[in-house]
């Protein structure tokens, strides 16, 4: 799936003679350092109130599943992975990563990718139409830095009674609502049961 961005020799300062394991590195790092900057940019539109900084994250639904099974391994579209399983805080909604702890791993999955190797699928939970992600946020990330449209993925499909929680209107002022509605305050009181 993956194919070498054009932009290879964008990032890094063409030097000759380069040994083309460091050349990725390099690369890997200017792609690292320009989506950590998004990444910040976002945390900081989100403590201005203008946008939600982190990826929905799956583990904070209410959701009462109803079955789980395993599709086939394919090609998912990139822009469809909106969340995550647990580790929401660690990017922002485009997958730029919000720390700076773990860009070692970041920087290695983005050189490899960078050399033509073959990443291994990331596993995916599709609930409705949204992917979440199970395992696989750095190679997401790192995939949609160099420019990946889709990624290979394991997915595993849950289904959900009642309506998903993005697909009601829990809120009367949801349209409004900045957050996500389900870590929103207002969100989640409307649509908690009465006791």
């Known amino acids: 799936m993956f194919s070498t961005p054009n932009s290879l020799s964008d990032p890094v300062i063409s030097q000759p003679?380069?040994?083309?394991?460091?050349?990725?590195?390099?690369?890997?790092?200017?792609?690292?350092?320009?989506?950590?900057?998004?990444?910040?940019?976002?945390?900081?539109?989100?403590?201005?109130?203008?946008?939600?900084?982190?990826?929905?994250?799956?583990?904070?639904?209410?959701?009462?599943?109803?079955?789980?099974?395993?599709?086939?391994?394919?090609?998912?579209?990139?822009?469809?992975?909106?969340?995550?399983?647990?580790?929401?805080?660690?990017?922002?909604?485009?997958?730029?990563?919000?720390?700076?702890?773990?860009?070692?791993?970041?920087?290695?999955?983005?050189?490899?990718?960078y050399s033509g190797e073959i990443m291994p699928p990331v596993d995916l939970i599709q609930v409705g139409e949204r992917y979440f992600v199970k395992d696989g946020h750095h190679r997401i990330s790192a995939a949609l830095a160099c420019g990946q449209l889709d990624i290979d993925a394991s997915v595993t499909v849950w289904e959900v009674e009642g309506p998903l929680p993005w697909e009601e209107t829990a809120c009367s002022a949801e349209a409004n609502c900045r957050d996500d509605p389900a870590t929103c305050a207002d969100c989640q009181s409307a649509s908690q049961p009465a006791a």
Request: with cysteine; proline share 3%; aromatic share 10%.
């Open 17 to 113: 003679n380069l040994n083309p394991m460091v050349e990725n590195y390099y690369a890997a790092l200017a792609l690292f350092e320009k989506a950590y900057g998004r990444g910040q940019r976002s945390r900081w539109l989100a403590r201005l109130g203008l946008r939600r900084a982190c990826l929905a994250d799956l583990s904070r639904y209410l959701l009462k599943i109803k079955a789980v099974h395993a599709s086939s391994a394919h090609s998912v579209p990139l822009h469809l992975i909106v969340g995550s399983l647990g580790r929401a805080n660690d990017f922002d909604l485009h997958f730029n990563p919000l720390s700076r702890r773990t860009s070692e791993r970041w920087l290695s999955i983005a050189s490899a990718m």
